[in-house]
């Protein structure tokens, strides 16, 4: 049983993220997704989120091709994640190429090209200017 795990915040749930996370479970047979919290999204990412975590989380587990999923607390939780969850590939997409290759002692690092012309922050401004 070959394990991947994928991390982000997936909101406004759009086709790139379904790209990247049916790529990820073709990489292996169970996917986690370590979901960002609203915590985290602010403290770090400064990303304010439109769905609360609860409801990025129910719309993450409707989908077929994620086996579970877990909150993304912090920057540092990948390698321990890795760890706990047995994960045999890290994959995220390529607009963090390079930034997380200190996994690859712990296991495969694999980036995707992204789905370029779709983004929450693009799908806002739209919404905003219609
Ligand atoms: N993604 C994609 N194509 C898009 C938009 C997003 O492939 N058009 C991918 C991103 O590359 C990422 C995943 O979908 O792999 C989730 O995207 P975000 O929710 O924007 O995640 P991000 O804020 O980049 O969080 O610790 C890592 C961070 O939590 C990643």
Same mark, same amino acid.
């Given at each position: ?56 989380k129910q719309l993450l587990e409707a989908i077929r091709y994620v086996d579970? /999923? ?5 920057? #540092?939780?990948?390698? %321990?994640? +890795? *760890? ?25 690092? /694999? ?5 370029? #012309?779709?983004?929450? %922050?693009? +799908? *806002? ?6």
């Amino acid at each position: 049983m070959k394990r991947v795990i994928t991390y982000g915040t997936f909101d406004l749930l759009h086709y790139g993220h379904i790209n990247l996370l049916r790529r990820a479970k073709a990489l292996g047979d169970y996917l986690v997704v370590a979901l960002s919290t609203d915590e985290f999204n602010w403290n770090a990412k400064q990303k304010k989120c439109y769905f609360s975590y609860e409801k990025r989380k129910q719309l993450l587990e409707a989908i077929r091709y994620v086996d579970l /999923v877990i909150p993304e607390e912090s920057w #540092e939780q990948k390698k %321990t994640d +890795i *760890k706990e969850y047995h994960i045999d590939t890290f994959v995220i997409g390529d607009d963090w190429a390079g930034k997380f290759d200190f996994l690859k002692e712990s296991c495969e690092v /694999v980036y995707l090209p992204r789905t370029p #012309e779709v983004s929450t %922050t693009q +799908i *806002k401004k739209d919404l905003e200017n219609k």
